[in-house]
């Protein structure tokens, strides 16, 4: 059944988008991975797949961008076929606190991770529901649900307006027989947290999230491609709205201790 899958994974180029892109294309998904600055991570994603004998193109294109994301589209159903996979994986961090924050950068970020989202889904959802089947699934992140790592009240806000705009998303789009999901990363190993979270040297940052989390280790992308193909899949019909949280059982949410 993945053989007739086509997936469009937003910011497929590197960290936990580039394990998504891999994964469904090892399940036998054609992928789409965009990218907006890292062609060549983005073509080395490209490559991989290929050599497993998968079926792949690459795009560049701003999920910011509403003409952009949607030549992007038409550009896959062009290549590939009509789009059954939408992974919204883009997204960008700016940390700051009320002290700090700069109006116009968090406004940008907000403009990835929420708006981006609206954009994507707009553009997939007229084939979607004229085949009447699709899978939207949109990586939000722990900090949506009160995660406590210092410095992203403004990127926690970002990510909760993902989260509610999934479950939104998901009571306008399920009749016509698209499910609408998202899955919440807790701490993972990837370019946006190894560029250092407010501030702090790597050894501490990691030390200080896997004494936190139940299963004692930091995720991996891989941990988190592995939840985003469960709810890709045909077999995932009956299961949306939801929020899967996939984080190795974080303990620190604020008003639990
Ligand atoms: P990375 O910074 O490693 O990768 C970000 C990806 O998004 C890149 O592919 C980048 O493209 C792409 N991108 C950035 N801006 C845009 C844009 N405007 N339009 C299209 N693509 C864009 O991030 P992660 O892999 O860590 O994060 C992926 C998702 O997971 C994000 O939504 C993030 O918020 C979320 N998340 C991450 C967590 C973590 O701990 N890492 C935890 C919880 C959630 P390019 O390569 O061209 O720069």
Not at 122 to 138: E, L
């Amino acid at each position: 059944m993945w053989a007739n899958q086509v997936a469009v994974v937003t910011g497929g180029s590197r960290g936990i988008g580039r394990a998504i892109a891999l994964l469904l294309a090892s399940r036998g998904a054609a992928v789409c991975v965009t990218y907006t600055e890292r062609a060549d991570a983005a073509e080395y994603v490209a490559t991989e797949i290929r050599a497993s004998g998968g079926r792949v193109m690459v795009v560049c294109a701003d999920v910011t961008d509403v003409a952009s994301v949607q030549a992007t589209i038409e550009q896959t159903e062009t290549e590939l076929g009509p789009v059954t996979i939408l992974v919204n994986n883009a997204g960008v961090l700016y940390q700051a606190t009320l002290d700090t924050v700069d109006c116009n950068k968090f406004d940008s970020m907000r403009r990835v991770n929420a708006d981006g989202i609206v954009h994507t889904t707009r553009a997939v959802m007229a084939s979607m529901r004229a085949g009447r089947y699709g899978r939207i699934i949109n990586i939000t992140s722990v900090a949506a649900i009160g995660s406590t790592l210092a410095g992203n009240a403004f990127y926690a806000a970002t990510k909760a307006e993902a989260l509610i705009l999934t479950r939104r998303f998901a009571m306008e789009l399920g009749s016509h027989g698209i499910t609408v999901n998202a899955v919440a990363p807790g701490f993972i190993r990837t370019d946006m947290t190894r560029g250092r979270i407010h501030g702090q040297p790597w050894d501490s940052i990691e030390k200080h999230v896997r004494e936190r989390t139940i299963l004692g280790r930091i995720g991996e992308p891989d941990d988190v491609a592995n939840a985003v193909a469960f709810l890709a899949a045909p077999e995932a019909g009956w299961l949306t709205a939801q929020m899967l949280v996939v984080d190795g059982g974080r303990m620190d949410y604020l008003g639990s201790g």
